[in-house]
């Protein structure tokens, strides 16, 4: 069993940061792969960003590739998502899920996620 809490959400103007935690409880969490999703009103979950149990390998979505950035602190028991440059379309709320497996082909996709957290909402204003 893994629980997860998300954190550091809240509202800021456009072009502003925000840093999101995940702290992760229950198994060892050095063991598995970390994502971020972020849901919209009315729209479909959708993949933001993820990272390998180790962290040497990392994936991002287009459109958040190059102003966001995912890193993890095994030895915290945490994951960040670091966004920059935040647009009013970033607006949702962000949710981190671990895999109990491997990340695959589908890291993408949240079929492939096990354990989700509650969520931290993120808004931004133009």
């Known amino acids: 069993q893994v629980q997860l809490v998300e954190s550091g959400g809240g509202l800021v103007q456009a072009g502003g940061s925000l840093r999101l935690s995940c702290a992760a409880s229950?198994?060892?969490?050095?063991?598995?792969?970390i994502a971020w999703f972020r849901q919209a009103p009315g729209k479909e979950r959708e993949f933001v960003a993820a990272i390998t149990w180790g962290g040497s390998r990392r994936f991002y979505a287009d459109i958040v590739k190059g102003r966001f950035t995912i890193s993890r602190d095994n030895a915290k028991n945490t994951v960040y998502l670091q966004m920059n440059s935040l647009k009013p379309e970033d607006t949702a709320v962000y949710y981190c899920a671990a895999d109990m497996s491997p990340l695959g082909s589908d890291y993408d996709s949240h079929r492939e996620y096990d354990y989700w957290g509650q969520g931290t909402q993120v808004t931004v204003s133009s």
């Open positions: 229950g198994r060892t969490f050095s063991s598995y792969p």
